[in-house]
């Protein structure tokens, strides 16, 4: 009779912890919110805090590490949506600035592991924990910062995406590289034919099997059907690729991919993520609990340089592999910097390679520690970038060790009384095709080099190079040009050419495009004479569907736009002329002389 009360007592201790745990949670990942430091951090010191190091207040660590592996089961089978079959294509841009950061920072680790003594097989391990970079916490940041569309904010995911996607072959070596015998060889090779075989039932399943599935639960217009079905193909798949001797995240990836392939991928990613971020948080708790502080006070010097040398590394075999690749400097420097801590999957490679015997206790103590300070330092790494980057260019001038961007050593174009567009996304294009037709001389500045090589094909008078570069400027023309049109989405990058170019003509006319309000009084302190702000234009535009939609007259709603910009942008451009007005001037002035 008391076994069942016993039981009974273990589960409402159980529910006492996991209280615990969120509620501690709660607070520290509130207050390092309050001090713009990373909620994965947070996870981690609450982890720490309540851990069997710590407080010692939850004890049973094992009943939470259950549900930390349906965390990064999660993690793994939503990654695998997100990317899709389909998308292979679009890595080819960044594959090669990818497959280099990852084997540049394997190497270096792994001789600087041998240099201290290591064996090879964990020298490598090591460089396979350190090569990845946290894609939670850089996202997070570079959507904060409004770079998701800059030329390095497009590098960074790119490049994130592809380290995610190379921890799936990582976990399938890491089992291998701690064979000791003279099998190792042939065990690599067995478990990627297992891994090979799994491949291609993925491909049938994911065209045939797991769509047609879905479609005739969609048909039964069941939400709890499809959310439970969806559960079903990310656990099943875990579990039958755990059978063929896979890791359960290496099968919820493959179950991620063969969804992906179905209409209702998007669907089925809405579902899962609520899940996903629960048992994520329960994952990152976990390995807090694993954090002995106390290695900080035993390896007062070592943890800190290591620190220092993985930082370090990191940015100089990011940066490099960027610039080797055919990427600008100074979006290179920008992503080198944003991707020089260890990421969160390398706690799930870690545990891993743990209980393969590669790691060992003590050496897993120094990775936690020096993991979780890398995280710590990058909020400020980020925050600092922009003036490390020109530091960074202060050196490349000097020893001209790099070739400044492609432009900056030719003479300046003989052009003048033109406008300089930087940037040919969707604003440049039109503004340029407006100025061709109404025949104003224009050239276009654009940061990324396959556009730039394609367009100079159709006879679009762009050239590659960065505007925030004074030498390239100068060669655009810049002291002869009438006006500079920033239609860049990266506002660092917006802010350092509004400067550099009203040093080099105080008289050019500058508009510079902005995504928030905010930003505006910034640009104009710099010397822009006009800045556009997306948020304000796209409220106008959305009250002006709206009035559309009840039949308004159009006269009504043009009234109320013009009124709307007249006031708003009095205010916001301090009284300057409108852009509409320069223009029409530009173009009669034009016709006149003609």
């Given at each position: 009779m008391r076994r069942p009360g016993r039981r009974l007592m273990e589960e409402f201790g159980f529910l006492r912890d996991l209280v615990v745990l969120f509620g501690v949670s709660v607070v520290v990942v509130y207050c390092f919110d309050k001090?713009?430091?990373?909620?994965?951090?947070?996870?981690?010191?609450?982890?720490?805090?309540l851990g069997p190091y710590g407080l010692d207040i939850v004890q049973d660590v094992s009943r939470v590490e259950v549900f930390a592996e349906v965390g990064i089961v999660l993690l793994l089978f939503t990654i695998g949506v997100e990317f899709s079959l389909a998308r292979i294509p679009s890595l080819k841009a960044v594959a090669g600035t990818g497959i280099l950061q990852i084997g540049s920072a394997v190497v270096l680790s792994a001789l600087t592991g041998l240099a201290a003594g290591l064996k090879l097989n964990e020298a490598v391990f090591w460089g396979f924990l350190i090569a990845m970079s946290s894609t939670a916490i850089v996202l997070k940041m570079i959507v904060?910062?409004?770079e998701t569309n800059s030329p390095q904010g497009r590098l960074i995911v790119g490049v994130l995406i592809f380290q995610d996607l190379a921890i799936v072959p990582m976990m399938v070596l890491?089992?291998?590289?701690?064979?000791?015998?003279?099998?190792?060889?042939?065990?690599?090779?067995?478990?990627?034919?297992?891994?090979?075989?799994m491949v291609s039932l993925i491909l049938v399943a994911a065209r045939f099997m797991v769509p047609r599935l879905l479609v005739e639960v969609v048909?039964?217009?069941?939400?709890?059907?499809?959310?439970?079905?969806?559960?079903?193909?990310c656990l099943g798949i875990a579990w039958l690729s755990s059978l063929?001797?896979?890791?359960?995240?290496i099968g919820a990836f493959i179950a991620g991919l063969i969804v992906s392939e179905s209409e209702y991928s998007h669907q089925a990613m809405a579902e899962v993520l609520p899940f996903r971020d629960s048992f994520n948080s329960l994952f990152f708790i976990s390995i807090g609990m694993l954090l002995d502080l106390r290695v900080l006070l035993m390896h007062p010097i070592l943890v800190p340089a290591l620190v220092l040398i993985i930082l370090v590394g990191k940015i100089v075999t990011a940066t490099g592999s960027a610039i080797a690749t055919g990427h600008s400097w100074r979006p290179a420097v920008l992503m080198g910097i944003a991707l020089a801590q260890?990421?969160?999957?390398?706690f799930i490679l870690s545990k891993v390679g743990k209980d393969a015997g590669l790691l060992s206790s003590q050496s897993f103590q120094v990775f936690l520690a020096v993991s979780v300070l890398t995280m710590v330092v990058t909020p400020f790494l980020i925050d600092g970038s922009p003036r490390l980057m020109r530091r960074a260019e202060a050196l490349k001038r000097l020893y001209h060790w790099a070739r400044p961007d492609s432009v900056s050593d030719e003479p300046p174009l003989r052009i003048r009384d033109h406008t300089i567009i930087a940037g040919y996304g969707v604003n440049g294009r039109n503004l340029a095709q407006v100025l061709q037709e109404t025949e104003i001389p224009f050239v276009v500045l654009e940061m990324d080099g396959e556009v730039s090589r394609q367009e100079q094909k159709r006879g679009v008078p762009i050239h590659f190079g960065d505007v925030t570069h004074p030498q390239t400027l100068r060669h655009m023309g810049v002291r002869e040009a009438r006006a500079l049109v920033l239609a860049i989405s990266d506002p660092v990058a917006t802010r350092r050419a509004v400067k550099v170019a009203r040093?080099?003509?105080?008289?050019?006319?500058?508009?510079a495009r902005t995504r928030y309000l905010r930003e505006i009084d910034d640009l104009l302190d710099l010397g822009a004479d006009q800045v556009v702000p997306e948020e304000f234009e796209t409220s106008i535009e959305i009250f002006c569907l709206v009035l559309h939609d009840y039949r308004v007259p159009a006269g009504i709603i043009a009234e109320?736009?013009?009124?709307?910009?007249?006031?708003?942008?009095?205010?916001?451009?301090r009284g300057q002329p409108k852009w509409k007005e320069i223009v029409t001037e530009r173009i009669d002035d034009r016709y006149v002389d003609e």
């Open positions: 001090l713009r430091l990373p909620a994965l951090v947070g996870f981690l010191v609450a982890g720490a805090m904060d910062r409004g890491t089992p291998a590289l701690a064979q000791q015998d003279g099998g190792g060889l042939s065990q690599v090779a067995w478990i990627l034919a297992k891994a090979l075989v048909r039964s217009r069941s939400r709890e059907l499809f959310v439970i079905t969806v559960i079903l193909i063929a001797g896979l890791s359960l995240a260890v990421g969160e999957f390398s040093q080099l003509n105080p008289s050019v006319h500058i508009i109320k736009a013009d009124r709307i910009r007249k006031e708003g942008y009095a205010v916001l451009r």
